[in-house]
C-alpha cells in the first residue's frame, strides 16, 4: 500500500519505494525520493476511463506502472497535501531532481493560478501537479511551453472522454465556455544555474455542481458534470503524461510549426473581438490568429496588427 507522504518526505527522507519498500540510507547532502517515489516502466494499454479504483486515490505506482513516456514521468510524486505543487516543486528544482519528475497534491492549501489568481480544488476531486523539465527554450518561445501544454490537456479531454474541450488563449482549458483547466509556466535557476521550467496543471475532475458554490472569474465546470459520471483520475493522469511527453519531444525537437496548427485548431479565441491588458496597456481588436512564437495576433481597432505574447497579455473578461 502507498505510504501517505509529505513535502517534507521529498526533500528529506531517507526511504525509497522504487523497488518494492526497501529503505535506503540517507545520505548527507543529497535530496533522496520520497516513499511514493517511482520510476516509471513500459507499455501499457489505455484502460476504461470509468472505472475507479476503490479509493479514488492517485497512486503513484499504479501512475507510472506500464507508462510510455520517455521524458515525462520519469519520477512520479504524489503528496496527500502541499501548500501548491508549484512550492514544492522550486524547492525540489534546487537539487538532484530527475528531468520530468511529476509532483501530484491532492490538496492544496494555497494553490496559485496565472496573474495572481489562487486555485482551489477539493480534496481527491482534481488533478493537480507540477512538472519540472531542464529546458533551454528560447525566450521569445516560452509561451509555446503554455501552448503545448494547453495542446495535450485538451487533446487528452477530446480523446480519452470524447468530450469538446478547447483553449482560450494562453492557458485556460474549456468546455462548453466554462474553465475545466489552466496551465502555469513558471521558471526557475536550479544547480549550476540550470533553466528548470515548473509547468504547473490543474483540472477540475471530480467536482459536482456544489464544489462551485461562489462566482468564478470564468464560469467554471469539471470533466465529472460534462462527462455526467465520474472519472478515474489515474487513467486520465497516465493518458496526459503520456500524451503531454509526445508534445513536449515535438517542442524540444524544434518543430513549433506542428503546436501551433494544434493549437489554432482547439483555439476558441481566433475570431473574437477581445480587449486585453499588456505591460498595463488597453488594446481593443479581433483576433486573426496564432503566431508562430505562440504569441496572440491581433487587428486592433486602428487597423494596426499587433502580436501579444502569452507571458504579459492578459485577456479582460
Ligand atoms: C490558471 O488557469 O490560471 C492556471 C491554474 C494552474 C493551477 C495548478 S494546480 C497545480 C499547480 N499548483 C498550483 O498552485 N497551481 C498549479
Redesign the pocket.
Known amino acids: 500500500m502507498t505510504k501517505a507522504i509529505t513535502e517534507k518526505n521529498i526533500l528529506h527522507s531517507s526511504h525509497k519505494l522504487n523497488r518494492a519498500t526497501s529503505p535506503q540510507r540517507e545520505q548527507p547532502g543529497r535530496i533522496l525520493e520520497p516513499a511514493a517515489t517511482v520510476k516509471h516502466q513500459t507499455n501499457h494499454s489505455l484502460q476504461d476511463a470509468h472505472i475507479l479504483n476503490s479509493h479514488n486515490r492517485l497512486i503513484a505506482e499504479e501512475i507510472t506502472r506500464e507508462l510510455k513516456t520517455k521524458i515525462i514521468g520519469n519520477n512520479v510524486i504524489v503528496l496527500e497535501r502541499t501548500t ?4 514544492t516543486a522550486k524547492k525540489l528544482a534546487h537539487t538532484c531532481f530527475n528531468n520530468g519528475t511529476v509532483i501530484f ?1 491532492e490538496e ?1 492549501t ?6 495572481d ?1 489562487s ?1 482551489s ?1 477539493p480534496k481527491y476531486k ?1 488533478l ?3 512538472l519540472l523539465v531542464k529546458h533551454n527554450i528560447q525566450p521569445d518561445h516560452l509561451c509555446l511551453l503554455t501552448g503545448t501544454m494547453a495542446v495535450s490537456i485538451t487533446e487528452t479531454i477530446r480523446e480519452t472522454l470524447q468530450l469538446p474541450a478547447e483553449i482560450k488563449w494562453p ?2 482549458i474549456l468546455i462548453g465556455g466554462k ?1 475545466v ?4 509556466v513558471e521558471f526557475e535557476k536550479g544547480l549550476k544555474k540550470q533553466s528548470i521550467f515548473l509547468i ?3 483540472i477540475n475532475v471530480n467536482l459536482t455542481e456544489e464544489d462551485f458554490p461562489g462566482q468564478t472569474r470564468l464560469p467554471a465546470t469539471s470533466l465529472a458534470i460534462e462527462n455526467k459520471e465520474p472519472i478515474n483520475r489515474i487513467f486520465l493522469a497516465k493518458a496526459l503524461l503520456q500524451d503531454i511527453d509526445k508534445w513536449y519531444s515535438i517542442l524540444k525537437n524544434d518543430h513549433y510549426g506542428y503546436i501551433t496548427d494544434r493549437w489554432r485548431e482547439f483555439c476558441v479565441t481566433i475570431g473574437e473581438k477581445l480587449t486585453l491588458t499588456d505591460c498595463g496597456k488597453e488594446y481593443t481588436g479581433k483576433v486573426i490568429d496564432i503566431s508562430n512564437n505562440g504569441g496572440l495576433m491581433m487587428k486592433l481597432e486602428n487597423g494596426e496588427i499587433k502580436i501579444f505574447r502569452g507571458e504579459h497579455a492578459t485577456i479582460k473578461y
Do not use: I
Not at 483547466?181 to 502555469?184: C, E, I, N
Open positions: 501548491s505543487t508549484m512550492d497534491a492544496q494555497k494553490g496559485r493560478g496565472r496573474s489568481h486555485w480544488c482534481g493537480l501537479f507540477t492557458n485556460d474553465k483547466g489552466g496551465v502555469l504547473g496543471v490543474g
